[in-house]
């Protein structure tokens, strides 16, 4: 392939769509082919010294040959950055499950907000697709082996969360959208720097509870990675949580940077596109499957996030998000920025964690506390009563109303029936009558008049 935007020449021989809210069943990982580096735009470096040493990487290892997006979105060179220490990502989805040991102690803990899991949100729920969660939390964070064999996550020493949710279909105890409520709160309670959701509800809208459940991680200083979702599954738009102000909306492409016709949605709300087809990850019991889908594109943004924070502490959320997205690399498909099937472009791992990149003061994805003031149609108690504007100006009382004559007899004329109503009606007919017997008069003289001169025969 020539193209200047190709992410690799990798193809897969077996694939899976997604799902609307989770992917569908996984198929085995195809055979292996050469990967190709993507061709990008120049950016300028901070040149930041190494924080910590390359990860053990076996780039022929037949797993690892899979994994394009590892050179294709420029993540194995920013692992000579960082490989996101000190971050914990947070998944709320089916469960982590124990993958036969591959997440060695990367998993710092987990809760069931579904009722029907364990304590712990390890293990899977559903009869979907139970793995969802697992190869989420692989793609994002997976540590891979200490030989550099096996799957490698994109932030592969960043520590994970599982949150365990009960889909559709699961016999959840408690409707949906509060479990992912209480799961935002407890993520952001439990350290979690980083959020991935990889599900919509297909619709544009959402409910209240979740104002103040992602308000609350906003607040926390959390970047919220969402899923755009994907066409292939009945998909058509972009749909909650990826409507909501603040957060970053991922959308899909294959292997040559074109926007996924499957395995993703594109609308308004995208913030970034990042692969999401042929993808790698692992399922529960520690299989290597072959998937597609935003599903996989939104934890593999969310590995570069917390690389972006591991490399830059400093940094709060909105400039977290502000380095991914203004170092997106720009396709010619693109009209403007951001594109409604690109958003800023395409994913560079490396430019996001080490260009120089001007900080911001607002979330450039939004302000859901704005958002709410503007449209939930009622004032939050926390808004300041405004200011009077000008001092109120005395009004003089007016005069009293006159005094109520005397009632008198409806028989006798008043003064008022007099002046307004008898003497205009003599004025106008003491004339008419005198007109009318003078005309009279004269007419009887002239009949007279006529009766003498007239001969007698």
């Not at 609308?267 to 042929?278: L, T």
């Not at 791992?349 to 607002?362: E, H, I």
């Amino acid at each position: 392939m020539t193209r200047g935007r190709m992410l690799s020449s990798f193809a897969a021989s077996a694939a899976m769509a997604a799902s609307v809210v989770l992917a569908a069943s996984p198929a085995v990982a195809a055979a292996p082919a050469a990967p190709a580096p993507v061709t990008s735009v120049p950016v300028q470096a901070e040149t930041p010294a190494p924080t910590a040493p390359p990860v053990p990487d076996d780039p022929a290892d037949p797993v690892r040959a899979q994994q394009y997006w590892l050179d294709g979105a420029r993540i194995r060179e920013a692992w000579n950055t960082t490989l996101g220490e000190g971050v914990t990502i947070a998944v709320l989805d089916t469960g982590i499950g124990k993958a036969a040991g591959a997440f060695g102690d990367s998993v710092a803990g987990g809760v069931d907000e579904s009722g029907v899991g364990s304590k712990d949100g390890r293990s899977p729920v559903g009869v979907i697709n139970s793995d969802h969660g697992t190869l989420v939390a692989s793609t994002a964070a997976a540590p891979g082996n200490a030989d550099g064999t096996g799957m490698i996550g994109v932030a592969p020493r960043a520590k994970l969360l599982s949150i365990s949710l009960g889909f559709p279909g699961s016999s959840a105890t408690k409707p949906f959208t509060e479990q992912v409520a209480e799961g935002m709160r407890w993520a952001v309670d439990h350290g979690a720097k980083v959020i991935n959701l990889s599900f919509t509800t297909n619709t544009l809208d959402w409910d209240r509870s979740w104002d103040d459940a992602f308000l609350y991680a906003f607040e926390h200083d959390v970047v919220v990675i969402v899923a755009a979702g994907n066409r292939g599954s009945g998909t058509s738009i972009v749909g909650a949580p990826a409507t909501i102000p603040g957060v970053l909306t991922v959308g899909g492409v294959d292997q040559t940077g074109t926007a996924s016709v499957e395995a993703s949605t594109q609308g308004i709300f995208i913030g970034v596109m990042a692969p999401s087809e042929h993808l790698l990850g692992l399922t529960a019991d520690g299989s290597v499957v072959s998937w597609d889908g935003t599903s996989g594109a939104a934890p593999i943004v969310a590995g570069v996030a917390a690389l972006v924070r591991a490399a830059h502490p400093e940094l709060d959320a909105a400039n977290v998000i502000n380095r991914i997205i203004r170092t997106a690399i720009k396709v010619p498909e693109m009209t403007k920025t951001p594109d409604v099937q690109y958003g800023y472009g395409l994913l560079d791992a490396n430019a996001a964690v080490t260009a120089s990149v001007p900080k911001v003061k607002a979330n450039p994805m939004g302000d859901l506390k704005e958002w709410i003031r503007l449209y939930r149609r009622a004032a939050s108690p926390a808004d300041p009563t405004p200011d009077a504007t000008a001092t109120p100006v005395p009004v003089p009382p007016l005069p009293a109303a006159d005094a109520p004559s005397e009632p008198g007899s409806p028989l006798l004329p008043s003064a008022e029936t007099l002046r307004y109503g008898t003497l205009p009606l003599l004025a106008l007919t003491v004339p008419g009558t005198l007109i009318a017997l003078g005309v009279t008069a004269a007419a009887r003289r002239i009949r007279s008049e006529r009766g003498r001169r007239t001969p007698t025969p």
